[in-house]
């Protein structure tokens, strides 16, 4: 623990030079603007700005894109107090008394509070992460390719599993994933395959050329699809009255702002869109709890502190498994993991060891992220209200060219604007199939690693497949696979057995 | 035909592909296995997975309000293909226009495609991002972006 601290310590010596602080303030600043925008969500921010980073070294680049992530959880919650539009889908159920503060005039303390929870919890969150991310990179050491393979099993089904939509259709996308992973040289033999004789493949499917088409020009077109009343629409911004909340206002709140971070710490280590998955959490807890629980969905702080102290406590605990396993639990960090290999860090249990610098300069670079965040939303928040005042026929084309020259800097290809191109039609056409586009990013990104484990573990077992059952880690990954695979399915036929029987009493 | 269905063939179809394509190479055994094994492998998982979301598809019952949301969700297609069509000849200009006038191209045609129609105030609009996004990339950031027929 105490050596934990003092590379902490050190961790700020990384973190507080000028760049970094400069990097640090940029990714705050982007994140929140992008979370405040509609549909612009952590992920398509991430994506989109991914290019942006090329020209930094590895810690800077990450300081940035960890800022704009939960950058954009703090902005979600500006659209959901203000005008009842959540940023991004975390921020749903701020929605619900967040809304209804700002309606009662009460706009200023529920905006104030959000900012004051998020930090708090943040914080706390991060104390979780120094502690927990060595510890668990130290434990996963003696992981060897079976336990890794099955780890990545684990992740794709658990991912799969939580998603929102079907699981058959999240394990197809994942699927697709790892196809289009395959693309370019085999990671074991060096020979090309899918790549039809063209040089530009063999290098694979650029990673960045399918996180911004999914992600930016899938929701660019998905917009343009509407009516263009839409385009025409501008929102009048509520004013802001008092900002600050009162002291019966914290005194409320803080027991939820507390309950919260703990909470999301817990659900933010468990793979899934984790934030999500929090806020509900704490929302139910708070209004169990309750000594008024008559007053949520009419207008009650720890309705609004709760969710989202929950959902910035969750978007840090995901930073473990990440950093440690190398594995990403959420969508927003399957990106992340992308941007970390695009800047040559692997991350995985040895990453604490060689790169301290980078890891600890990260973490400590979330401490002032979370202070610039605080200083950030306090005052400025109505400054960020008001982009959304930009009219949509303006926003889309730039965000579009927004788009085009990102990946051009990427490797300037024009190659590569087509691919991007191509990957936002598929965007497109998934969301109107009711595909979600997560599941494929992360087949993309760990599709090479499995085949690698897979293949490693076969060749050290002679193409014994017990070698998966038989180490008792890997064996622990496999059976919390099959529960994440078949329960969900016992409880819908259970469900739909029950439905049935009530029809057929009722018939 | 229903949603289900269009992405249960898509896919399948997709896994088909990758089987026969993948089976092209050497695929060797589980001991030691070859460039197409794995590729093979998810193709197979892949054509697991669609045949049950055609048969839903085909066979299964219409949700309750289906047809009612399918409804709501058809928008202006047209806009989606002329704002690709847009950008697409863009692209192609991009090389040999540079990224100055590309900038403008694009920003002017879009926003015009999205109801901005009045061609002064969208082009001096689009001029004056085109020339912030020129300063920002090509001036601070030192991107090296295609210099064009103008050589900015």
Redesign the interface.
């Known amino acids: 623990m105490i050596e934990s601290l003092n590379q902490l310590l050190q961790g700020f010596g990384t973190a507080l030079t000028p760049n970094n602080v400069f990097y640090c303030l940029m990714g705050a600043i982007v994140g929140t603007l992008i979370g405040v925008l509609p549909g612009l969500g952590p992920i398509a921010g991430i994506a989109l700005l991914i290019p ?1 980073t090329y ?1 930094l070294n590895p810690t800077s680049a990450i300081i940035m894109l960890a800022g704009i992530y939960y950058g954009a959880m703090y902005g979600g919650s500006t659209t959901s107090v203000l005008l009842n539009v959540p940023g991004e889908t975390a921020s749903v159920i701020t929605c619900i008394d967040g809304y209804k503060m700002a309606q009662k005039g009460r706009a200023g303390p529920a905006l104030a509070i959000c900012a004051i929870g998020s930090f708090i919890a943040g914080t706390i969150a991060i104390f979780g992460l120094v502690f927990f991310a060595p510890l668990l990179a130290e434990a996963a050491l003696s992981f060897g390719p079976p336990e890794f393979f099955s780890l990545m099993v684990f992740g794709f089904i658990a991912l799969s599993n939580v998603t929102g939509g079907s699981l ?2 999240s ?2 996308m994942a ?2 994933g ?2 289009i992973g ?1 693309i370019g040289l ?1 990671p ?2 060096g ?1 090309a ?2 790549t039809f004789g063209s040089a530009y493949l063999l290098s694979g499917i650029e990673f960045v050329a399918v996180a911004i088409g999914l992600f930016g020009i899938g929701e ?2 998905a917009n ?5 009343e839409v ?2 629409q501008k929102i009048v911004v509520p004013r802001l009255r008092e900002l600050y909340p009162s002291l019966s206002d914290l005194k409320r709140s803080i027991g939820a702002i507390l309950r919260a971070a703990v909470l999301g710490f817990g659900v933010g280590l468990i793979p899934g869109p984790a934030p999500v998955i929090a806020t509900y959490a704490s929302y139910m807890v708070e209004r169990k709890i309750s000594k008024h629980p008559e007053e949520f969905g009419q207008g009650a702080i720890e309705g609004v502190a709760g969710p989202e102290s929950a959902n910035n406590s969750a978007c840090q605990a995901a930073f473990i498994p990440l950093f440690a396993l190398g594995i990403p639990f959420a969508p927003p960090t399957a990106i992340l993991l992308g941007a970390l290999l695009i800047h040559g860090i692997v991350p995985g249990p040895t990453m604490i060891k060689e790169h301290p610098t980078f890891f600890w300069g990260v973490i400590a670079s979330m401490y002032i992220g979370n202070f610039v965040l605080l200083l950030l939303n306090l005052p400025f928040v109505p400054f960020f209200a008001n982009i959304l005042r930009i009219p ?3 926003l ?3 965000v ?2 927004f788009c ?2 990102g990946m ?2 990427v490797n ?1 290809s ?1 190659y590569d ?2 691919i991007m ?1 191509l990957f936002g ?1 598929l965007g ?1 056409v998934l969301r ?4 979600e586009g997560a599941p494929l990013l992360l087949g993309l990104v760990l599709g090479p690693k499995l ?1 690698v484990a ?2 490693q573990s ?2 050290l077992s ?2 014994n ?1 017990t070698i998966f059952i038989s180490r008792p880690i890997s064996l622990s990954f496999t059976v919390a696979a099959l529960i994440f695979l078949f329960v969900p399915l016992f409880f819908r036929m259970v469900r739909r057995n029950r439905a049935i029987k009530k029809l057929g009493k009722e018939g | 035909m229903k949603k289900e269905t269009t992405g249960g063939i898509l896919f399948l179809v997709i896994g088909l592909i990758t089987v026969i394509l993948s089976s092209r190479m050497h695929l060797g055994d589980f001991r030691m296995a070859g460039t197409g094994l794995f590729p093979f492998c998810l193709g197979m998982v892949l054509i697991g997975l669609s045949l049950p979301i055609v048969f839903r598809g085909l066979f299964g019952e219409r949700k309750e309000g289906e047809a009612e949301i399918d409804a709501q969700h058809k928008g202006h297609k047209k806009n989606v293909f002329a704002f690709l069509l847009f950008t697409s000849v863009s692209v192609l200009l991009f090389n040999s226009v540079g990224f100055a006038i590309f900038s403008f191209l694009i920003l002017f045609s879009l926003m015009w495609l999205l109801g901005f129609r009045d061609w002064v105030r969208n082009g001096i609009l689009s001029l004056l991002v085109a020339t912030g996004a020129y300063m920002v990339f090509v001036k601070l950031l030192k991107i090296p972006l295609p210099k064009g027929i103008i050589g900015l």
């Open positions: 942006a020209g058959t259709k394990l197809v699927i697709l790892m196809i395959t085999d074991v033999t020979d395959r899918f660019v077109l343009v699809e509407q009516r263009p385009f025409e949509k026929k303006i889309l084309p730039l579009m060219l085009i020259t051009f800097t300037n024009i604007i087509w191109l039609v497109y109107k199939l009711d595909y085949e897979f293949r076969l060749m002679h193409g497949f």
